[in-house]
């Protein structure tokens, strides 16, 4: 299996994957290669498909659109 070396890894860095890896109760390494597998497996953002989603839902909870002129009277209207 092939092995790592990370140089120069910044101390909160380092303090931060620490704390991961206790509070998931998991070695360092095993931390950092569940980090990395979730970094590569993402898939990249698709700002369209984002929109389309939120389009859907907007439309299934029929919300109205957040326009200019609404936030105006939201603000006019003050806080309940």
Avoid: F, W
């Avoid at 990370?6 to 095993?30: E, F, T, V």
């Avoid at 980090?35 to 299934?60: F, G, I, T």
């Amino acid at each position: 299996m092939p092995a790592l070396t990370i140089k120069s890894m910044p101390d909160p860095l380092y303090r931060r994957l620490k704390q991961r890896a206790a509070a998931h109760r998991r070695s360092l390494n095993s931390e950092i290669l569940v980090c990395l597998e979730q970094a590569v497996a993402a898939e990249p953002a698709n700002p369209r498909a984002a929109l389309a989603r939120a389009d859907a839902l907007r439309q299934r909870l029929r919300v109205p659109r957040l326009t200019d002129a609404r936030l105006r009277a939201a603000k006019a209207a003050g806080r309940p």
